[in-house]
């Protein structure tokens, strides 16, 4: 099958979940037999690769409204591919390229898919430590009540990361007859279980950009339940608001107990999966999936999160959900797992088969393939 797909920005430039996952499904689904194409933004100069079946176009983002790219070459190129293509596999946030990926569909006869990794958070919903003013609060509210309803009514499909983000999305409950859940996934090639644990210093881990767009993860609130721990805490991931946590741990008197490693390769990062005692994701708002977890759990780590959107399916019972925004809670549960290391190898075991049974690529791609297939067939087109 002939099979585009449309993301956000391009990896590992970008390493976020989104970017994450398109990188990944491309590269197994050309594995698999299909010749795919995919278009991404970059912030490092326009540059195509071709692997066997796999070509990657990436295109220099003239222009960015705050985190949104704006690229008219990127348009261009794909209208040129769609005459080449069977389907279209379109990834949001981004809702401009999202929405102008749909609108070519549309002239061109051209259906489309699209996963709904997460929705854009309004600047009134975090207004003080985002920063975020009106004309922000104005361009994502237009975007999320007019361009993103346009690119799911028509759309054939739409997917979510995780049944619960389904249910619990009010832009996926609009149309619920067309919905349906796909997880992510794990390279368990990469993320593999490994005997590297450090059992003289406990070490609990913490994977997410820096950025203002990422204050939802609530590394905050893991760094003010520190200060009970007598634990190391690593936290991996660069941003804009990397020095303001600095400073914050500084004024809670945790300092000597964090380390801030910056952006990783995901060699690197496997590594620290590999030698931590637990995985926190203590995030407070918008989660569908939680891909830290997963590969935290790849590696038999015990995970604990929050009951927020997704992240209780992707746990399920291999670690321990909290509460948003209770530090003592987090507290506990961190405790627990560190110093029970029976419950928390249990955890780990759990977790591991898990993701074996659940969250691999390969399990991702045949999802995928189904979806694409009833497509096709639904709309009477030749599958090549």
Not at 79 to 107: G, Q, R
Not at 174 to 193: E, L, Q, T
Not at 263 to 279: M, P, Q, T
Request: proline share 5%.
């Amino acid at each position: 099958m002939k099979i585009i797909i449309v993301g956000n920005y391009s990896f590992p430039e970008f390493s976020g979940g989104v970017e994450k996952h398109v990188d990944n499904i491309s590269r197994v689904l050309a594995d698999r037999g299909h010749e795919v194409k995919v278009f991404v933004n970059t912030l490092e100069g326009t540059d195509s690769i071709k692997r066997g079946n796999l070509e990657i176009y990436k295109s220099n983002a003239i222009l960015r409204i705050f985190t949104l790219p704006v690229n008219p070459l990127m348009y261009w190129k794909l209208k040129n591919a769609l005459k080449w293509a069977d389907i279209v596999h379109i990834h949001i946030p981004s809702l401009l390229d999202a929405y102008f990926a749909a609108l070519l569909c549309s002239m061109m006869k051209k259906p489309y898919l699209v996963t709904y990794h997460h929705h854009l958070p309004l600047a009134r919903d975090d207004v003080d430590s985002m920063g975020r003013g009106i004309l922000y609060n104005t361009l994502i509210g237009f975007g999320m009540k007019i361009i993103l309803p346009y690119v799911l009514k028509n759309a054939e499909i739409i997917t979510t990361p995780s049944p619960d983000y389904l249910k619990l999305s009010e832009t996926t409950k609009k149309f619920n007859s067309k919905s349906v859940a796909v997880p992510n996934g794990v390279d368990i090639d990469r993320y593999r279980p490994g005997d590297l644990t450090n059992n003289e210093n406990k070490t609990i881990l913490f994977v997410s950009n820096l950025g203002p767009d990422h204050r939802g993860k609530g590394l905050d609130i893991l760094l003010n339940a520190m200060k009970e721990l007598d634990s190391k805490l690593i936290v991996i991931g660069e941003g804009d608001f990397r020095h303001k946590y600095m400073n914050y741990a500084r004024d809670l008197g945790v300092s000597e107990k964090v380390e801030f490693k910056g952006k990783l390769s995901e060699d690197d990062l496997s590594e620290y999966y590999a030698r931590c005692d637990v995985c926190v994701l203590p995030s407070r708002r918008y989660e569908s999936f939680g891909m830290t977890l997963a590969e935290a759990m790849a590696c038999k780590k015990p995970v604990v999160a929050t009951s927020i959107g997704g992240l209780p399916y992707t746990v399920g019972d291999c670690g321990i959900i909290v509460p948003p925004g209770d530090v003592d809670a987090l507290r506990d549960a961190i405790s627990r797992l560190i110093t029970d290391t029976k419950h928390a190898h249990l955890m780990g075991e759990r977790g591991y088969r898990r993701v074996i049974e659940n969250f691999t690529w390969k399990r991702v791609a045949e999802d995928n393939e189904r979806l694409y297939s009833r497509i096709m067939k639904r709309k009477q087109y030749p599958i090549y």
